[in-house]
Every structure is written in C-alpha cells, then in structure tokens.
C-alpha cells in the first residue's frame, strides 16, 4: 500500500509522484483496486491533487484512506469528486 508523507508540496511533490508511480508499475496489472493512506498527511497544498492524479491514471480505481478534512475540501473545490474516492477509516 502507498502512504503520503506528512508534507506534500510543490518542493516535494515530484519525488513523490515518482516514487508512488514506480511502485503501481511494480505491482501485478490483476489486482482490482490499489490504496493510499493519507493518514500520515499534515502539511500539504495542491499539489497532493496533482499526485494523486498521476497515480490515478496507473490504477484508476484507486482509494484514498483516511484524507484529512482538507483534503477532501481541495478535491470538492477542484471538481475532482468523480475521480478521486476517500475511505475513512
């Protein structure tokens, strides 16, 4: 399973799109769905979006656990709502 960091920004947010992309393409193309955990996630600005989007296009029945309130408000404001779904745990 993926986990954010606890800061995710613009400084970072390449690293970890990277890192996150690289695992997906690790993982066997027969599993239904894959999940991150966004529990670790404190500091973070849009670019969590922009990540999440890169990791969307790999496994598109991707799940979020546990998003931070933020979070969600970021993907209602951006009209993301039909592409990235939350499980809180």
Do not use: C
């Amino acid at each position: 399973m993926l986990n954010f960091p606890a800061k995710l920004n613009h400084d970072n947010a390449p690293m970890i799109r990277d890192q996150g992309i690289a695992y997906l393409k690790s993982l066997s193309k027969f599993a239904d769905r894959q999940e991150v955990d966004a529990t670790p996630l404190k500091e973070f600005d849009s670019s969590v979006l922009a990540v999440l989007l890169a990791w969307l296009r790999i496994y598109p029945n991707m799940i979020v656990l546990n998003p931070p309130p933020k979070l969600a408000v970021l993907v209602s404001v951006y009209g993301l709502s039909d592409l990235i779904s939350f499980n809180k745990s």
